[in-house]
């Protein structure tokens, strides 16, 4: 999904429903195979007189991606290619035994040809939708739903109890550096930097801490408050009006989220035009219910980054 709604908002997550109908949309790499003119394509091995050439190995780096991904590349393309060498081996065992006869094979291959299809062809249709006009206008609506939202820049200390907020609290109008004390005493994962939350929108924290976040001014330190992780001591640093980022720094995000709903519109509409009757759970809910159409809003962008989950 895209530059980036904070958690608390689903409905600005169109992704979903993408990844739920297809799962492997992600690999696509039926639809992502280059073409090859017969002198760009040499090939690079023979098994038994028959070829493997780039294109294979193209297929099956796009495939194995990730566990390819620590390797470098000359590495990489030696254990592709054995592995393509091993697969024809092995492949061709199978033909001898006539596995492709048994009806598990053949299950699984209408499937794997099935999938394939519906990979290949919403590549095709995520691509064409990937066009200069369509990522501005979402930057564009995207950056109109933040602007002018406030943002706060705050460090807190989180303790078990309210009698430590306190002793917390005496501490710091002592004098103590809130940084080292929230180092030293704070049980939050961010204790490390200082109790350091950066910047975040209220919706971006739990609401009794927000609540306070936000009444104070800079500079400024908080009595203990309570939430559902414990008790805090809060410090504001800075307030701003949020803004968006560069369109260069989200635009990544931009066109995955151009990608996957046009792949999602696509399935939504051939759904509607299909006859789909579920015999498992008639009674259930409508047999062709078409799944959740993604929201309507771009996601809101975020400085630079994927917005975090709700801070303790």
């Known amino acids: 999904m895209i530059f980036v709604s904070p958690a608390k908002k689903p409905g600005l997550r169109p992704c979903l429903t993408l990844a739920a109908l297809t799962g492997a949309v992600a690999v696509a790499f039926f639809a992502n195979v280059p073409a090859y003119a017969e002198d760009a394509n040499p090939v690079l091995a023979k098994v038994n007189g028959q070829e493997i050439r ?50 598990d094979f053949k299950a699984k291959l209408a499937f794997a040809r099935n999938r394939l299809l519906m990979d290949s062809l919403l590549g095709s249709e995520g691509k064409a939708a990937l066009t200069d006009e369509a990522m501005k206008k979402v930057y564009d609506d995207a950056a109109k739903q933040i602007s002018g939202e406030q943002e706060v820049h705050a460090r807190h200390i989180l303790v078990e109890t309210e009698d430590e907020a306190k002793k917390i609290e005496d501490e710091l109008k002592k004098g103590a550096d ?118 309507k809003d771009a996601p809101k962008p975020s400085d630079n980054k994927m917005a975090p989950p709700a801070k303790k």
């Open 178 to 295: 809130f940084a080292e004390l929230a180092k030293k005493s704070s049980k939050d994962p961010g204790a490390a930097d200082g109790g350091d939350l950066g910047f975040f929108t209220k919706d971006q924290m739990v609401p009794e801490f927000s609540k306070v976040a936000f009444a104070l001014e800079p500079g400024k330190i908080s009595d203990p408050v309570k939430s559902q992780f414990g008790w805090h001591v809060i410090k504001v640093e800075e307030k701003r009006n949020r803004k968006a980022p560069d369109f260069e720094q989200v635009k990544s995000q931009i066109e995955q989220y151009v990608v996957r709903k046009a792949q999602a519109d696509y399935v939504t509409k051939l759904r509607e035009g299909a006859k789909i009757e579920r015999l498992d759970q008639a009674a259930a809910k409508p047999a062709d219910a078409a799944p959740a159409a993604p929201a």
């Open 54 to 103: 780039q294109s294979d190995l193209a297929i099956a780096e796009e495939e194995l991606g990730p566990s390819l991904a620590q390797m470098d590349p000359s590495t990489r393309k030696d254990n592709v290619l054995s592995f393509l060498i091993d697969m024809k081996i092995v492949a061709k065992a199978a033909e001898d035994k006539k596995v492709e006869d048994r009806d």
